[in-house]
C-alpha cells in the first residue's frame, strides 16, 4: 500500500519525530546535542519554523512546532538532517543515510494536547532511564518552562500562558503536570498519530482541517482519548 504524503499544515502545532537509522545512535556525547540544538536554532529561522518543545535522545528526536508555511517544517528538517548527517558522518568515518528515511509529524489540536506533547516529551528521558527528574536532562526544553535556564530555540505558545499569571505561576503548574504524568492512552496517541501522520483532535479540529486538505486525516474514530488531561 502506497503510503499517505506527509500531513503538514501552517498554523497548527505539529509533533515531530526523527530518528536514527535501524534505531541507531545520532548523537554521541554534548557535542552532538550542542550541534543540533545550534542547527535548530538557525534553520528554524531560517525557513519559519516556530518551536515550542524538543527532547533529543541517543538515536531520535522530538519536536513540538508550528510552521509559517505549508513547506516550511519540510525545509528545516531537511536542512538539519544533510548538515547534521555530513557532520556525524565525518566525525565517525562513516557513509550513507543517518537518519531512518523521512521524519514523521502530525498536527494536533492546541486545547488539549499541546502541554501534553509538552510533558510527554519531558518525560522521555525518565522513562529511558537516563534521569530520575526531568529537570536533570539536559537536552530537552523542561527546564526552560520550569524557569531554570532561557532556552533561544523556544516560542512560547500562547496557550501555556493560561497556566497563570505569573512566569512563577506558570512554572509550577507546568512542573506540576510533568510531575503528574499523563495517562496511557494520551501517551499512544500522541506517538501513534506523528508515527502514522494522523491529526490528533477531536470532531470539529479534523473537520476545520479537512476544509485545507484532500488527505485522510484520521485512521478510525477521530476524537480526544479518554481520559485526558485537559489543558
Given at each position: 500500500?502506497?503510503?499517505?504524503?506527509?500531513?503538514?499544515l501552517?498554523?497548527?502545532?505539529?509533533?515531530?519525530i526523527?530518528?536514527?537509522?535501524?534505531?541507531?545512535?545520532?548523537f554521541?556525547?554534548s557535542?552532538?546535542?550542542?550541534l543540533?540544538?545550534g542547527?535548530?536554532?538557525?534553520q528554524?529561522?531560517?525557513?519559519?519554523?516556530?518551536?515550542?518543545?524538543?527532547?533529543?535522545?541517543?538515536?531520535h528526536?522530538?519536536l513540538?512546532?508550528?510552521?509559517?508555511?505549508?513547506?516550511?517544517?519540510?525545509?528545516?528538517?531537511?536542512?538539519?538532517?544533510?548538515?547534521y548527517?555530513?557532520?556525524?558522518?565525518?566525525?565517525?568515518?562513516?557513509?550513507?543515510?543517518?537518519?531512518?528515511?523521512?521524519?514523521?509529524?502530525?498536527?494536533?489540536?492546541?486545547?488539549?494536547y499541546?502541554?501534553?506533547a509538552?510533558?510527554?516529551?519531558?518525560?522521555?528521558?525518565?522513562?529511558?532511564?537516563?534521569?530520575?527528574?526531568?529537570?536533570?536532562?539536559?537536552?530537552?526544553?523542561?527546564?526552560?518552562?520550569?524557569g531554570?535556564?532561557?532556552d533561544?530555540?523556544?516560542?512560547v505558545?500562547?496557550?501555556?500562558?493560561?497556566?497563570?499569571?505569573?512566569?512563577?505561576?506558570?512554572?509550577?503548574?507546568?512542573?506540576?503536570?510533568?510531575?503528574?504524568?499523563?495517562?496511557t492512552?494520551?501517551?499512544?496517541?500522541l506517538?501513534?498519530?506523528?508515527?502514522?501522520?494522523?491529526?490528533?483532535?477531536?470532531?470539529?479540529?479534523?473537520?476545520?482541517?479537512?476544509?485545507a486538505?484532500?488527505?485522510?486525516?484520521s485512521?478510525?474514530?477521530?476524537?480526544?482519548?479518554?481520559?485526558?488531561?485537559?489543558n
Amino acid at each position: 500500500m502506497a503510503r499517505l504524503p506527509r500531513l503538514t499544515l501552517p498554523g497548527h502545532p505539529h509533533h515531530v519525530i526523527h530518528r536514527g537509522h535501524n534505531r541507531q545512535p545520532v548523537f554521541i556525547d554534548s557535542a552532538d546535542y550542542t550541534l543540533m540544538h545550534g542547527l535548530l536554532v538557525e534553520q528554524s529561522r531560517i525557513d519559519g519554523v516556530t518551536v515550542h518543545a524538543y527532547v533529543l535522545m541517543e538515536n531520535h528526536l522530538h519536536l513540538l512546532a508550528t510552521p509559517a508555511e505549508a513547506d516550511s517544517l519540510a525545509r528545516m528538517m531537511q536542512g538539519i538532517g544533510r548538515r547534521y548527517g555530513r557532520h556525524f558522518n565525518a566525525r565517525t568515518q562513516r557513509s550513507g543515510t543517518l537518519w531512518e528515511g523521512r521524519y514523521r509529524c502530525a498536527p494536533l489540536q492546541a486545547q488539549p494536547y499541546l502541554i501534553a506533547a509538552m510533558v510527554h516529551m519531558d518525560l522521555h528521558p525518565v522513562r529511558a532511564g537516563l534521569v530520575e527528574n526531568p529537570a536533570d536532562y539536559a537536552w530537552s526544553s523542561h527546564r526552560h518552562y520550569t524557569g531554570r535556564v532561557n532556552d533561544r530555540l523556544i516560542s512560547v505558545h500562547p496557550l501555556f500562558w493560561s497556566l497563570g499569571n505569573t512566569p512563577f505561576a506558570r512554572e509550577q503548574a507546568y512542573a506540576q503536570r510533568v510531575a503528574d504524568g499523563l495517562p496511557t492512552a494520551v501517551q499512544q496517541a500522541l506517538s501513534e498519530s506523528a508515527l502514522y501522520g494522523w491529526a490528533l483532535g477531536d470532531e470539529d479540529f479534523l473537520a476545520e482541517l479537512q476544509k485545507a486538505t484532500g488527505r485522510r486525516l484520521s485512521r478510525g474514530k477521530p476524537g480526544r482519548p479518554r481520559n485526558a488531561a485537559p489543558n
